[in-house]
């Protein structure tokens, strides 16, 4: 009677074990598998930067949408970027296509300037594409606490429609309805519009700037100029739209970058 009891228990014990590692690998989440050529995407478009000064000689336009390329992957993060197959298989291809440039470059080719001039139109496109394989994760990332209508971008708009209107009052700012400009309340009727006008106001101060003013005022334009692309791209739904303004925000912040190695005093 004894032994039939303790057989009993043991069966209940291991059923019961049994259950509980069954729920517990029905519990496990198995993450994706990850091709090995697109293991490590970051390092991919990183590697493409360790020779700049080649791939900028070659063509200045190629190393800035490589530049703007790395800015997005930092921001949408390694995870993101290998695990959508799309993305990184375009990342490759622009990899692929910046070698073959500068294995030309290395043999100097008698047709360097044919390779060059079709790799700069196969950049663009990828560049684009690439763009719109992005933006829905951009917009995860991004958007969920930004939309164009929010107090923050709102009062972003007001703040450079008052600054710019003082120092240069003959500028036009279209998409906006100024409401009360000392109070800070504007209502942005077009994105897009409210977006160019104000980067062109923007731009036109810098062009004015002289050699003895303040390094801080090119930062903050470029900053600012970053800020209200990322808040216009957040305010489309349209992927293309959405996509251009992601290429204007990585943009500025590419231009904002090599300022961060020199002093500037906040003024």
Known sequence: MQ?????????CIALRLCIAGTL??????????VSPARADVLGDIGGILTDPLKLGKASQNILESVQRLQLMLNQIGS?????????????????????????????????????????????ASLEQTIYLDAQSILDKVQCVAQNIATIQVQEAVANAVSALSDADPSIRFLGIK??????????????????????????KRLSALRPTDSAYTIVSTYANIERLAEGASCAYRDPTLAALFLKEEFNYQRLAEPWANIPVVMQ
């Open 24 to 33: 517990a690998l029905n519990s496990v989440v198995i993450p994706p598998l």
């Open 79 to 123: 995870l993101e970027a290998t695990t959508n197959s799309d993305l990184a298989d375009r990342i490759l291809q622009v990899k692929d296509v910046v070698d073959e440039v500068i294995a030309a470059v290395d043999r100097n080719v008698a047709n360097l300037s044919q390779i060059i001039a079709q790799a700069e139109m196969q950049i």
């Open 178 to 203: 100024i409401i009360d400009l000392k109070a800070r309340k504007v209502q942005i009727t077009d994105p897009d519009q409210a977006y160019i006008s104000i980067r062109e106001g923007y731009l």
């Open 3 to 11: 032994a039939k009891k303790v057989a009993k228990t043991t069966v």
